[in-house]
């Protein structure tokens, strides 16, 4: 995640790139054994690099593509070390280690500098689990009500220039909480999303690219325009059951922490139907 605003009239009226969905964008890749290529498009950027939840959704295709996708992701621990321009970049998988029930995978993302010289720009290491008998009793929480539902929430619009180029991908509807740069003294948002070109794009894809849409609420508390910037994310995920479809996913995101330039913050995304699909756990960078 990272949410950088450019309110400059150069950016406001420049000519927006074409869509490539992410459909298309995994049709592209191109795998050479532990190697996956991929291209991503200007239309996925988000400030001066890629959209950090699309580079995630790209990196478990790649752990899928060369360990096997029979197995449900668990979590998933991203390190965003550094930019991802538009443009190829691969991702360099390595099995850790296959158990009986768990499978852990490490994938690293480089993309070449201008001078060619191969740069990481991100380390992710994917947790894959069987599900298994437990005498654990089932515990299935549901989402707490919200002021405003999904068919009447605020629906974001794009503004080039103001709002990061992959949201045009995304219906993203503000329903309650807080907004970037209000000088809010509350610490929390609830919103609703969900991908505009979603087919062929499996559930789990979708809660790891959904997991990271939206700035911190953190922003909230200032009263100018400031960049933030994901450093770390970790995601815990649950199956989703059954095709969510065209719904929309539900994203409560709280601070619960902030100090010397850092947020700390938790996520829950709901899917549809209000199964818990993913609980997540950033450190964001605040400039501002």
């Known amino acids: 995640m990272l949410f950088l605003p450019d309110m400059s009239e150069a950016n406001l009226t420049a000519a927006q790139p074409e869509l490539v969905s992410l459909p298309q964008l995994l049709a592209m890749r191109r795998q050479e054994g532990h190697l996956v290529h ?4 200007p239309d996925w950027g988000q400030g ?3 959209f950090g939840g699309l580079l995630s959704t790209l990196a478990v295709q790649a752990m899928r593509d060369v360990c096997g996708s029979d197995w449900p992701l668990r979590a998933l621990q991203t390190n965003f070390v550094g930019p991802v321009a538009a443009g190829t970049f691969e991702v360099d998988v390595c099995l850790l280690r296959q158990g009986k029930n768990v499978r852990q995978v490490q994938a690293r993302i480089t993309q070449n500098a201008p001078d060619g010289t191969p740069q990481v ?3 992710m290491v994917g ?3 069987l ?3 437990s005498a654990i009793p089932l515990l299935m929480p549901a989402p707490p009500d919200v002021t405003t539902d999904a068919e009447r929430a605020f629906l974001w619009p794009y503004i080039p220039g ?3 180029d992959f949201t045009r991908h995304m219906e993203v509807r503000h329903a309650q909480g807080v907004t970037p740069f209000t000088g809010a003294t509350e610490w929390y948002s609830r919103s609703f999303a969900r991908l505009r070109q979603h087919a062929d794009v499996d559930a789990e894809l979708t809660t ?3 997991a990271d849409v939206g700035p911190t609420p953190a922003l909230a508390t200032l009263s100018k325009p400031a960049a933030a910037s994901s450093v770390s994310w970790s995601l815990e995920l649950r199956p989703v059951l059954g095709d969510p479809g065209d719904g929309l996913w539900r994203m409560d995101k709280t601070a619960l922490a902030a100090a010397e330039g850092y947020v700390n913050e938790k996520t829950e995304l709901w899917a549809p139907d209000g199964q818990l699909a993913a609980l997540g756990y950033q450190v964001v960078a605040v400039y501002g």
Not at 38 to 41: A, K, Q, S
Request: proline share 9%; aromatic share 10%; hydrophobic share 45%.
């Open 38 to 41: 991929f291209t991503v498009t």
């Open 48 to 50: 001066r690099t890629t």
């Open 131 to 133: 599900g298994r008998p």
């Open 162 to 164: 103001v709002t990061p």
């Open 127 to 129: 947790v894959f689990g």
């Open 121 to 123: 720009a991100g380390v």
């Open 208 to 210: 790891v690219l959904l």
